[in-house]
């Protein structure tokens, strides 16, 4: 089974903070992905990447950034944490084309 | 870039009754339609999808069905049970995305005993 693990299941941050989130899978998946999941919103994304060293702009990047320096590991940043920033992150991984996704358990991400 | 609008937001019905959640999406040149159940607490997890050069799938009591020309699919429950209660949410991909997905709200399915 596709194991896809999150660092932290809960995370309470001070705003201005800097905030590492990381992901890791286990099935040599190429693509990875990172999405904020609201009441509402549905899953948003936000960064993905198809490659060791790649990253491609979602539909919310503003005030993210990732990292993807070995193929297993994907690291979401905030580089200031602002309260507009609390949310449930889920990250997950697949192994291209049109190959079902695979999600981590989420981290619910609180700012204050 | 892609547009994926759900309906309903919240459904709620009775033990063995149907559920229909539908949803459109913006960009013609999306071609393949998964659905993704997240039960309370839990990941999400496909359930179904669908390519654009098939109409219809089925597979037990759920089935996906897509009309390219009108540009939108649904996911049909038949005799719902207690544990088909969950959020349900639709995407669209299309060729070249880098299999990137763009997910609909999502609909909170209510099966009453």
């Known amino acids: 089974d596709v194991k896809v693990t999150q660092s932290s299941r809960y995370l309470v941050k001070r705003t201005g903070e800097k905030v590492f989130l990381e992901c890791v899978q286990d099935?040599?998946?190429?693509?990875m992905f990172w999405y904020r999941q609201d009441p509402g919103l549905g899953l948003r994304l936000i960064y993905f990447?198809?490659?060791?060293?790649?990253?491609e702009k979602g539909d919310i990047p503003e005030g993210y950034s990732v990292s993807r320096e070995k193929k297993e590991r994907f690291s979401l940043i905030l580089e200031s944490a602002s309260t507009n920033q609390t949310s449930m992150y889920l990250c997950?991984?697949?192994?291209?084309?049109?190959?079902?996704?695979?999600f981590g358990p989420g981290t619910r991400l609180t700012v204050l | 870039g892609e547009n994926v609008e759900q309906h309903p937001s919240t459904l709620s019905v009775q033990e063995g009754d149907s559920a229909v959640i539908k949803c459109t999406y913006s960009?013609?040149?999306?071609?393949?339609f998964p659905w993704y159940k997240q039960e309370l607490g839990k990941r999400p997890q496909l359930i179904i999808d669908?390519?654009?050069?098939?109409g219809e799938k089925k597979d037990q009591r759920i089935a996906v069905t897509l009309n390219k020309t009108a540009k939108h699919f649904s996911l049909h429950i038949t005799e719902t049970q207690p544990e088909d209660s969950a959020v349900y949410f639709c995407?669209?991909?299309?060729?070249?995305?880098?299999?990137?997905?763009?997910f609909g709200e999502g609909t909170q399915l209510t099966v009453n005993p």
């Open positions: 997950a991984s697949s192994s291209g084309g049109y190959d079902e996704q695979f």
């Open positions: 099935m040599d998946h190429e693509n």
């Open positions: 990447s198809y490659d060791v060293k790649m990253k």
């Open positions: 960009d013609s040149a999306s071609n393949y």
């Open positions: 669908i390519r654009s050069n098939v």
């Open positions: 995407a669209a991909s299309r060729r070249g995305s880098g299999s990137r997905l763009t």
